[in-house]
């Protein structure tokens, strides 16, 4: 069983311009077209039991659409997030739609959204999101496709939890794409999820272990960022960690499933 916690894909008609240029920023070539089809035909063949897709709002009017797509879509192989937008006047109205109509979280990039993780007008929407029991997913670190600032930081991230306890929060990336060695020393312990997304290609499987260790294998989950890496080459990466069989098998699906219950 594999459960992969971090996908993007695009409805048809959007997928062929927003994967081109995607890559274009990045300077990358995405594995599969981009579409739901191709994603989960890519994960079946990589050997992913199931994908929780992460979908991103760059700009309030696009998430009626979004979550109208993911809606009538998700379903047992495809597990959709839900969009949401800091700066749509009604967060809270839609964080309570995504809840009432079956949606586990939601997903938000401050750096493709405009805001600093840690704002202080963002601690009433994470509070609003805690009291729905969504998880929160957030981009964390730096995006190779975007310039400077970074816009969430392992710091960022240590505000949040402090301001907002009970939060069900997964920082991408463990914990903070290319800023790791803050993710050791200010993230690991605290109380929150980290993903493997987009992260195996730069930490040794020393570092990763270590990271993995400090931070307790039942708070790490599994993730590809797909269609920006390779599934099978992400899962036996994780396979060959230096962990015991039954941690590999926690970040592979088991602590997905007791998070998405």
């Known amino acids: ?49 199931q994908c929780v897709i992460q979908p991103v709002a760059t700009k309030p009017s696009q998430i009626s659409a979004i979550n109208k797509w993911a809606h009538e879509n998700m379903n047992n192989q495809a597990i959709f997030f839900g969009a949401l937008h800091p700066d749509d006047p009604y967060f809270v109205s839609t964080a309570k739609k995504l809840k009432e109509t079956g949606f586990k ?104 272990s270590r990271m993995i260790c400090k931070h307790g294998a039942q708070n790490v989950l599994f993730g590809t960022d797909s269609p920006w890496m390779r599934a099978d080459d992400e899962m036996r990466n994780i396979m060959d960690l230096d962990l015991a069989l039954e941690d590999k098998e926690a970040i592979l699906f088991r602590n997905a499933q007791l998070l998405l219950k």
């Open 105 to 208: 979280g939601a997903k938000l990039h401050p750096d493709y959204q405009r805001f600093f993780a840690d704002e202080s007008r963002m601690m009433p929407l994470y509070e609003a999101l805690r009291d729905l029991g969504l998880v929160v997913v957030l981009h964390a670190g730096v995006d190779i496709g975007l310039p400077a600032p970074v816009h969430c930081t392992p710091i960022m991230l240590k505000r949040i939890i402090e301001n907002i306890p009970g939060l069900k929060l997964v920082a991408a990336h463990m914990g903070s794409h290319a800023l790791w060695r803050d993710v050791e020393d200010v993230l690991l312990g605290l109380p929150l999820y980290i993903d493997t997304s987009y992260s195996c290609y730069a930490l040794q499987n020393a570092d990763m």
């Open 1 to 49: 069983m594999v459960i992969d916690f971090h996908t993007h894909c695009f409805a048809d008609a959007l997928a062929p311009s927003a994967i081109d240029n995607l890559q274009k920023k990045a300077n990358m070539t995405a594995v599969h077209d981009g579409t739901l089809g191709g994603l989960k035909a890519y994960m079946a063949a990589c050997g992913v039991d």
